[in-house]
C-alpha cells in the first residue's frame, strides 16, 4: 500500500496494462483490512497515463477472492508445480527470477 488516508489505500502503478491483476491486488489488501476490521475503498494511481481507477471490495468479487486464495493454497499444498508457462508480460513481472532463474542451465545441474 502507497498511501493510506481516512478513506482509501491506494497503490500507484506506471501503467494500466496490468489493470485486472492490479485491481485483485489492491482488492486483497482491501480484504486482509476488513478482516481487521477496518473498512476502506481504494484507489490506483496510473502515473504515466494520469488516470486514477476506484476499486471497493464488493460481496462478490469478496467471494471471488476467496476462491483465489482457496486456488493460491491449492498450488502452494501439492506436490508439484504448475506446468510453466511463460507469458508475454513475464519479462516485466516482479517474480521473473523466480521463474526464469533456471534458464539457460544445463538441466542434469
Keep these: 500500500m502507497d498511501v493510506i488516508d481516512d478513506e482509501y489505500i491506494q497503490e500507484t502503478k506506471l501503467s494500466s496494462k496490468m ?10 489488501y482491501l480484504y486482509l483490512l476488513k478482516q ?9 494511481a496510473y502515473t ?3 488516470k486514477v481507477v476506484e476499486v471497493v471490495l464488493t460481496e462478490d468479487n469478496e467471494k471471488e477472492l476467496k476462491k ?6 491449492r498450488v ?4 508439484s508445480a504448475p506446468k510453466f508457462k511463460k507469458l508475454p ?3 516485466n513481472c516482479a517474480y521473473f527470477d523466480f521463474c526464469f532463474a ?7 545441474t
Design 76 to 79: 502452494i499444498e501439492s506436490e
Design 89 to 91: 508480460y513475464c519479462k
Design 19 to 28: 489493470q485486472k491483476a492490479d485491481e485483485w491486488q489492491l482488492l486483497y
Design 68 to 73: 483465489k486464495i482457496a486456488g493460491i493454497y
Design 102 to 108: 533456471l534458464e539457460g542451465k544445463d538441466d542434469a
Design 36 to 44: 481487521r476490521g477496518i473498512e476502506k475503498k481504494g484507489k490506483i
Design 48 to 50: 504515466k497515463e494520469k
